[in-house]
């Protein structure tokens, strides 16, 4: 694949990831949206639950491992990406790591809580990561959400 056949199939799935975090805003959750795709299939879809499942742990990232994990029948997910829209926290890189996704594509970056600022070593040695792909419109979803909220 050329860079430019790759960016645009890291924006498709962006778009994707993008319904799961919509949906995250219209429950009232903060709207983060996840995928992750096996051999260009998509395994995985999921958003923030923490408040309807009164879970701190119930990140999209976290509920998207424990789904691909269970529809590929393993616990590592070496042939992924994941697609977030929102720089993953430090918990989510960890388990991503633990995971060993080798490649994460996100959106934003998360300036308070993102993995880069606190533990950029939690990420598996071997993965790559893409950020900013639609940006813009992963950042206004957020920013839209805690306009509402204040």
């Known amino acids: 694949m050329t860079t430019e056949e790759i960016r645009k ?3 498709n799935f962006m778009r994707k ?3 799961e975090a919509q949906k ?6 903060i709207p983060i949206g996840a995928i992750i795709v096996c051999k260009g ?8 639950l923490t408040e309807t499942l009164n879970d701190v742990t119930a990140h999209a990232e976290m509920q998207a491992i424990t789904a691909a994990a269970n529809t590929l029948g393993g616990k590592y997910l ?3 990406t994941l697609y977030v829209t929102i720089e993953p926290c430090t ?3 960890g388990a991503i790591g633990w995971a060993q ?3 994460i594509v996100y959106g934003a970056s998360e300036e308070k809580r993102g993995y880069r600022k606190y533990a950029p070593q939690a990420m598996h040695p071997k993965s790559s990561t893409t950020c900013g792909i639609l940006e813009d419109e992963c950042k206004e979803l957020m920013q839209r959400f805690f306009q509402h909220r204040r």
């Open 101 to 103: 996704i080798p490649r």
């Open 24 to 29: 995250a805003f219209e429950e009232g959750e």
């Open 41 to 48: 299939r998509i395994i995985s879809r999921a958003h923030n």
């Open 17 to 19: 990831a993008l319904i």
């Open 78 to 80: 070496k042939d992924c």
């Open 91 to 93: 918990m989510c890189a």
């Open 9 to 11: 199939e890291d924006e």
